[in-house]
């Protein structure tokens, strides 16, 4: 039992390295604040441009976000970071780490906010457009807030895959928090680093996880 | 010789598919004439009101509304379509929005009043459907006739010159079918011109100038209600109107 405590649970080492994890923690922030935002803007973007009728955006459209679902997340990070520099391209870790979150995560959104569009009514579109909206108005003040309040569950879940995936941004070296608790544990021979990580992922993430279940049940109760 | 109307709508078709849907039709409404449009389902009327504000693109034929050519590409559509009023059967308010908000909206997206002015229209237009109080409720705190109002509130708070009715009171419980035909009995004492898809037999007869019967995409038979619903002409009408008056 001591062994296990002074292994994993070992509050001198969390003391040591503390200022280390807080970096990885800032870090693990801030590229939630950056990734989120970006493939919202992919998702939306995906999301309008599937509402087209011209096969030639459709199809191109289809083929992009299947791709971006089927490769690994990981695998197309290395691709990207490991890849771009060969065509001249060195976009560094950061940007590796955004282009490859804007093309996988946004196509995710891209699908869940597709879903959310098709779930409000022709008529609501028809409705704006005989009062002289135009297509992009009744989009933004008709068809996008009803299609987001549909999907809003799957969109925070959506959301917590993301913020938990940015720990890959950890094989291109980015100092997340992930990246710094193994340095931590590296350097210490010691995982409570890793334990503190956890725990780190837990405080970020169970208030959103709380957020999501209301909302389920919510939409159960409204359903019912 | 008569004003010119203030819809001109000739030789319309549509086709869907091969689906050919109006077969040639030419509509003509004046100034405040309320024109009563019925036919048996499928027969094109909700087509041909759709052409008139071209949320359906006609396949031929032109539609000219309150002088302007509605086909024309060089026709600023959002512009024009305010002139149009539309009313639909299942009201299609915008659930996230009260009532205020539904009616104010293209106030001021479209119309570029500031948000004060634009409430306030949009609370004269709620008066005169007798809702302005409940300006603040939405759509699913009113019941099926109260948001039938709202939307008529919506549409002529636009100030249009012409409103299109798309079977207005067809979702609504019986109950509730009389509230929404008083409004649009007031709309017309107040001298809108209307042109009214619906099976209300009674509200034809007593407001109606002028009634037009359709079947499979051709006007039938057009004439004053009394005429129609008394001595029919055609065959296919004395059939509609003595199924219609069986209800
Ligand atoms: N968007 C559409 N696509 C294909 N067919 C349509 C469409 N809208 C209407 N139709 C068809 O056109 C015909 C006329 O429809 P409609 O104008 O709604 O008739 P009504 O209002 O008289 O019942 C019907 O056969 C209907 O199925
Ligand atoms: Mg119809």
Avoid at chain 1, 141 to 165: F, G, H, M
Avoid at chain 2, 68 to 87: C, E, H, S
Avoid at chain 2, 161 to 177: G, K, N, Q
């Amino acid at each position: 039992m001591d062994v296990f405590l002074e292994t994993f649970l070992n509050w001198r080492i969390v003391q040591e390295a503390w200022p280390i994890l807080w970096q990885g923690f800032q870090a693990t922030l801030l590229l939630s604040a950056l990734v989120v935002p970006l493939g919202l803007a992919g998702g939306v973007m995906i999301a309008l441009l599937s509402t087209a009728t011209t096969p030639w955006v459709r199809w191109p459209l289809r083929v992009w976000v299947d791709t971006f679902r089927a490769l690994p997340p990981l695998v197309l990070l290395v691709f990207i970071f490991a890849g771009l520099p060969f065509i001249g391209l060195d976009v560094g870790a950061w940007g590796a780490v955004a282009i490859g979150f804007f093309l996988n995560t946004g196509a995710y959104y891209g699908e869940i906010l597709r879903a959310g569009i098709e779930s409000v009514p022709r008529g609501q579109i028809e409705a704006a457009r005989s009062t002289g909206l135009t297509r992009g108005q009744a989009m933004a003040y008709i068809v996008l807030p009803q299609a987001v309040r549909n999907v809003l569950p799957d969109l925070i879940s959506n959301t917590l895959e993301v913020v938990k995936l940015t720990s890959i941004a950890s094989v291109v070296a980015l100092p997340e928090l992930l990246f710094q608790a193994r340095q931590a544990q590296s350097v210490t021979y010691n995982a409570t680093p890793i334990m503190a990580a956890a725990v780190a992922y837990f405080v970020l993430l169970w208030p959103v996880v709380r957020l999501l279940s209301r909302l389920e049940n919510r939409q159960l109760a409204g359903r019912r | 010789m008569s004003p010119a109307p203030i819809v001109d709508a000739r030789a319309i078709h549509k086709h869907f598919g091969h689906l050919h849907v109006l077969r040639g039709v030419d509509l003509q409404v004046a100034e405040k004439e309320l024109v009563f449009l019925i036919g048996p389902s499928g027969s094109g009327k909700s087509t041909l009101l759709r052409c008139l504000n071209r949320l359906e693109e006609p396949s031929a034929g032109s539609v000219t509304v309150d002088g302007i050519d509605m086909l024309d590409p060089r026709t600023d559509i959002n512009k024009a379509r305010q002139r149009i009023g539309m009313v639909f059967q299942s009201f299609n308010l915008y659930p996230h929005m009260t009532a205020l908000g539904n009616v104010a909206l293209a106030l001021r997206k479209v119309q570029g009043l500031p948000r004060a002015d634009a409430e306030a229209k949009a609370q004269a237009a709620l008066e005169r459907v007798h809702l302005a109080d409940r300006a603040d409720h939405y759509p699913a705190q009113l019941s099926g006739g109260q948001q039938q109002r709202v939307a008529i509130a919506r549409a002529i708070a636009l100030e249009p010159r012409v409103m299109l009715f798309d079977e207005p009171t067809s979702a609504l419980d019986p109950e509730l079918v009389g509230g929404v035909l008083a409004v649009m009995r007031e709309l017309r004492e107040d001298g809108m011109t209307m042109v009214v898809v619906s099976h209300e037999m009674g509200f034809a007869r007593a407001a109606a100038d002028r009634v037009v019967f359709m079947a499979d995409g051709l006007i039938v038979e057009t004439g004053p209600p009394g005429e129609i619903f008394a001595n029919p002409q055609h065959e296919r009408t004395r059939a509609f109107i003595s199924q219609i008056e069986r209800h």
